[in-house]
């Protein structure tokens, strides 16, 4: 107890207490100048006395520009070395037949891309683009109104490329711009 309340006589950790938001907390946290076990006892009472989570944190923390910037450092290099680390490729080209797609819906959203890249023997920039297809996909459907998704929609829509999915969307986006405006005008 007597460490609590040592740390709560402290200024700088009583900046840190005051705050009213995970974001206000994350940046006052960022521009302290408090060693990292005054900070992780600070958290731990300003926890306790908010109804803010662990997970409220760690989201605003995710969204704080400085731990954005830090979480970038080197991140090409840690790209490059999960792509090597998880390619279950052959190293040949492979073609995805209808059947290995109708596979992929069916265990798309089960398990993670790189289970997915172990499963079909595939990269995983090969499987962010089967996933790509499928996110445009279902983002065309939404935009033309569709009541009801199902797999095979889907599975029609992402036998095409995504460059011809892109375009089909950004069509339809236009379209619906080109619509709003011509119905402002006609008022």
């Known amino acids: 107890m007597s460490k609590i309340k040592d740390v709560m006589d402290n200024q700088k950790i009583k900046k840190l207490l005051s705050a009213k938001t995970p974001e206000e907390y994350i940046d006052n946290s960022v521009k302290?100048?408090?060693?990292?076990?005054?900070?992780a006892r600070a958290t731990k009472i300003w926890l306790e006395q908010t109804d803010f989570t662990i997970e409220d944190i760690s989201y605003?923390?995710?969204?704080?520009?400085?731990?954005?910037?830090?979480k970038q450092k080197n991140h090409q290099f840690r790209t490059r070395k999960r792509f090597s680390d998880f390619n279950y490729s052959t190293g040949n080209t492979q073609p995805w037949t209808i059947e290995l797609l109708k596979q992929f819906l069916e265990v798309n959203d089960k398990i993670t891309d790189r289970e997915l890249a172990q499963q079909f023997k595939r990269s995983l920039?090969?499987?962010?683009?089967?996933?790509?297809?499928?996110?445009?996909?279902n983002r065309i459907f939404e935009l033309e109104g569709a009541a009801k998704v199902n797999k095979s929609m889907i599975l029609k829509k992402i036998v095409s490329d995504e460059k011809v999915l892109r375009k089909k969307l950004n069509e339809i986006k236009d379209n619906n711009g080109m619509n709003s405006v011509q119905k402002k005008k006609k008022k």
Not at 32 to 39: G, T
Not at 60 to 70: D, E, F, L
């Open 32 to 39: 302290s100048k408090l060693p990292q076990r005054d900070k």
């Open 125 to 137: 920039p090969s499987i962010q683009a089967i996933r790509r297809r499928i996110n445009l996909a």
């Open 60 to 70: 605003a923390r995710n969204r704080h520009p400085y731990w954005k910037a830090i």
